[in-house]
């Protein structure tokens, strides 16, 4: 009875033209004309979870870079807590800092040693911010207004070059045998950053110490 009267209330005030042929209609598009972009507005829009694609996947920085941005920011990065996940027996301590377990949320944004880097990245562009708990939350926050707009796409590609280099120089520690070098880092992520912004940057800072400079103009 229930499902009658929720039909009835559809064809409420429906004209039926007796005429016409009966045909089938895509209602989410507006021309009524089925578009795969138009399935997948209606699916995305569906409750799903903000994500931040438009940073993760952006041109000034490499693919890769941007698949372990992607897979960061889903938790699915093979840090010791998703070994131990999978049934693996180890003592789980972050390579860096050797006091906390290792996470993803912890080797990226909250370990001491990756916070060298954030609070360089806050000085070179003159930022003041407090990151959140997690890697999404950094990433769906770090709005492009916080700087001038000339240095946007710099300042965008900051946090995966920033992720990049700290999940390099953790692999060199677990796989290489080599000691944190904090020099190493500092100067692995301002390379990154400079080499990558060159590409999309057209022509501006062309030498590593005018590009630092640069950062710090506003
Ligand atoms: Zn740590």
Not at 87 to 111: K, M, Q, S, V
Not at 124 to 152: E, H, I, M, Q
Request: net charge positive; with cysteine; proline share 4%.
């Amino acid at each position: 009875m229930e499902a009658v009267v929720s039909l009835l209330s559809i064809l409420q005030g429906k004209r039926l033209f007796v005429g016409l042929e009966d045909r089938v209609l895509w209602n989410a598009s507006k021309n009524e004309i089925f578009f795969v972009k138009s399935l997948y507005n209606t699916l995305d829009s569906s409750g799903s979870v903000p994500f931040p694609w438009r940073i993760i996947w952006s041109p000034c920085v490499p693919t890769k870079v941007g698949f372990f941005a992607w897979e960061a920011s889903w938790g699915k990065v093979l840090t010791q807590d998703q070994l131990k996940r999978r049934g693996w027996i180890l003592a789980n301590r972050c390579f860096l800092c050797c006091d906390e377990e290792e996470t993803i949320n912890h080797i990226l944004i909250h370990c001491p040693k990756a916070r060298v880097l954030w609070n360089l990245v806050f000085s070179l562009f003159g930022v003041n911010w407090v990151l959140p708990l997690t890697v999404r939350d950094t990433l769906l926050g770090w709005s492009a207004s916080f700087v001038d707009k000339k240095r946007g796409k710099t300042w965008r590609a900051a946090p995966l070059s920033l992720f990049w280099t700290v999940w390099k120089e953790r692999n060199r520690i677990v796989f290489d045998n080599e000691a944190l070098s904090i020099q190493r880092l500092k100067n692995s992520f301002v390379c990154n950053i400079f080499s990558w912004s060159k590409s999309c940057l057209d022509g501006e800072p062309c030498s590593l110490i005018n590009f630092v400079d640069w950062l710090g103009s506003s």
